[in-house]
Nanobody, 118 residues
Framework: QVQLVESGGGLVQPGGSLRLSCAAS????????MGWYRREPGNQRVLVAAVTSGSITSYEKSVKGRFTISRDNAKNTIYLQMNNLEPEDTAVYYCNADWRPNYPWVYWGQGTQVTVSS
């Protein structure tokens, strides 16, 4: 089992910044992707950004240039630096750890609310 603990959400004004953190603990080994998803009210959960064990990153189009995902493999922790936040970024953000296709393991954090409003 793996536990993912998120922190860093909150309320911020448009144009502001927030930094999310997600620490993984438990039975961790091998290569796996970690990422951030978000779910807006009434919508499905969508991938925002992801990073591999080798620090290869990918981003959803709307956050490119504003969000930066990073990873500390020694601490099994990822970060999402969110700059120039927009009201459309308001959502619950979920941390994810995915061992597929090598192993059929996928884990989720409990979610942290990010609200961008004046």
């Amino acid at each position: 089992q793996v536990q993912l603990v998120e922190s860093g959400g909150g309320l911020v004004q448009p144009g502001g910044s927030l930094r999310l953190s997600c620490a993984a603990s438990g039975s961790i080994f091998g290569d796996f992707v970690m990422g951030w998803y978000r779910r807006e009210p009434g919508n499905q959960r969508v991938l925002v950004a992801a990073v591999t064990s080798g620090s290869i990153t990918s981003y959803e189009k709307s956050v490119k240039g504003r969000f930066t995902i990073s990873r500390d493999n020694a601490k099994n922790t990822i970060y999402l630096q969110m700059n120039n936040l927009e009201p459309e970024d308001t959502a619950v953000y979920y941390c994810n750890a995915d061992w597929r296709p090598n192993y059929p393991w996928v884990y989720w954090g409990q979610g942290t609310q990010v609200t961008v409003s004046s």
